[in-house]
């Protein structure tokens, strides 16, 4: 396989532009919404629609989420062969809401069984099944053992970070970056990680954990620094377009980084292809564009619902209440 995107996958309720949040017991409505997927599947569509041979590596299960996910892939050319099937809902769901310029997120996460294994433990299991050219991740815990089982194997790994990370364990975040490839943050991410208050800073202080560095910067291009203090700045490929939605355009980025470096051409061309599949992808609402409109999901038949059977469920539960309040 040419690449595999690991981690988790998200079902998006993408909501367009917002004049303003809603306050508590307020309702604001937005023209715009789309259902989508992304989180570690973006980046995997990314690659595929280069022309490379992509997988995803995540869990799924038998919520509409994973069912969403399962068409996206068959659609996209994306290989499921790596990701796991559970017997529960596997698939996390976000709100994305886009205003000022900007989105925010509201994310529910189902529960693991606890009988699973450590997802980083089997990804270790898929390297050594697959043996990936490359491999893209997010930086957190228990991935600094999958990378250097990646480096061992002689897997080339991209890694990301996502906004807020750096809060949780810095230092295992720069443990990542020394063991990967490429480290491919925004420009407000590596600030934060590094500390400091420039990008030109930022940059000098990443170039001492040894690794090349691309950092993303939306409609600016990216920067491409090298280990020798190199640094140049890519913006061909920047198209101007009307930003809708900038969820998983750093996935995207990063995907068709990948497959310009699978074909051959040197990191700085290669980041000119990102940033042209970049800026297509803020022109679309969620993360893979949109999959359905509003109230249905293109050729999905979601799950048909037995009334009979929720409503004896929702008595039982009332029965198991009241006896228990009884007692």
């Known amino acids: 396989m040419d690449m595999i995107s690991f981690g988790s996958v998200f079902l998006e309720l993408v909501f367009g532009h917002v004049r303003e949040l809603p306050g508590p017991g307020e309702e604001v409505f937005t023209d715009e919404f789309a259902l989508s997927c992304g989180g570690a599947v973006t980046s995997a569509t990314a690659a595929a629609a280069a022309g490379v041979r992509a997988g995803l590596c995540t869990v799924l299960g038998d919520d509409f989420g994973s069912q969403v996910v399962t068409e996206h892939c068959a659609t996209a050319g994306v290989e499921l062969s790596p990701s796991a099937r559970v017997a529960r809902a596997a698939t ?15 994310t529910h996460m189902p529960p693991r069984g606890e009988d699973e294994q450590p997802e980083t433990d089997r990804w270790r299991e898929v390297l050594r099944a697959s043996r ?74 990443a170039a001492a954990w040894g690794t090349q560095l691309v950092v993303k910067r939306g409609a600016a291009g990216a920067l491409v620094a090298g280990t020798d203090g190199s640094v140049t700045e890519v913006s061909a490929g920047v198209s101007a377009v009307t930003v809708r939605d900038l969820t998983g355009a750093g996935d995207t980025f990063a995907g068709a980084m990948i497959a310009g470096l699978l074909g051959g051409a040197p990191l700085a061309d290669a980041v000119v292809a990102a940033n042209a599949a970049g800026s297509q992808a803020v022109g679309h609402l969620g993360a893979v564009g949109e999959i359905g409109g509003p109230g249905m999901i293109a050729g999905l038949a979601p799950r048909p619902v037995d009334v009979g059977k929720v409503a004896a469920a929702l008595a039982a539960g009332c029965r198991r209440r009241v006896t228990e309040q009884g007692r």
Do not use: M, Q
């Open 132 to 205: 990936p050219a490359w491999c893209y991740l997010h930086a957190g815990p228990g991935v600094p053992a999958f990378l250097r089982e990646a480096r061992r194997l002689g897997c080339k790994i991209v890694l990301d970070i996502s906004l807020g990370d750096e809060r949780d364990d810095r230092g295992t975040i720069i443990e990542c970056v020394a063991l990967a490839d490429i480290f491919v943050p925004n420009g407000e991410e590596l600030l934060r990680l590094t500390g400091t208050a420039a990008i030109g800073a930022a940059v000098a202080a």
């Open 92 to 106: 996390g769901i976000t709100a994305v809401l886009n205003f000022d310029g900007d989105r925010g997120f509201v």
